[in-house]
């Protein structure tokens, strides 16, 4: 990555995967599912929209749209991306959390076409709704 690119992701973010546990008639038959950190650390750059579509559910969580630019993470152009990985913990350089998420993943860009960085579309989403 270029050190121009590197300079502007100021903040840190955590990519999390998906598994599914094995399906018991205890669960229903289906596996329970859960996340677990793929990557933690992850220089980001994490822009909140001016269309920013953002509002409260029933239960008062906020929610919204934002766009992480991050440096080339391959998993994340892989087909099943937008259903098994999730973004977390967004920090600042000072470490302290910008904000916690979780994130869905709603669309994965090559932004300059050459595997140089991401632009990664989220939307915020209540703590749980992951599924």
């Known amino acids: 990555m270029r050190p121009s690119m590197k300079r502007m992701l100021k903040h840190t973010c955590t990519i999390q995967v ?9 669960t229903g038959g289906h596996g329970a599912i859960t ?17 920013l579509r953002e509002g409260q559910n029933s239960e008062g969580t906020v ?5 992480l ?3 080339m993470q391959a998993v994340l152009l892989a087909e099943n991306a937008l259903e ?3 973004v977390v913990d967004v920090r600042g350089y000072d470490g302290e ?21 991401l632009q990664v579309t989220v939307r915020r989403v209540p703590v749980g709704s992951l599924t």
């Not at 998906?18 to 205890?26: E, V």
């Not at 996340?35 to 269309?51: D, G, M």
């Not at 998420?101 to 960085?117: L, N, S, T």
Request: hydrophobic share 40%; net charge neutral.
């Open 97 to 117: 959390i910008l904000d916690a998420g979780p994130f869905k993943i709603e669309a994965v860009r090559d932004a300059g076409g050459q595997y140089h960085h």
């Open 69 to 71: 630019f991050m440096g």
């Open 84 to 86: 098994d990985y999730t």
């Open 18 to 26: 998906r598994s599914r546990g094995t399906a018991t008639a205890a």
């Open 63 to 67: 929610i919204g749209d934002a766009v």
């Open 35 to 51: 996340w677990s950190n793929y990557a933690t650390a992850v220089p980001c750059l994490l822009q909140h929209r001016a269309n």
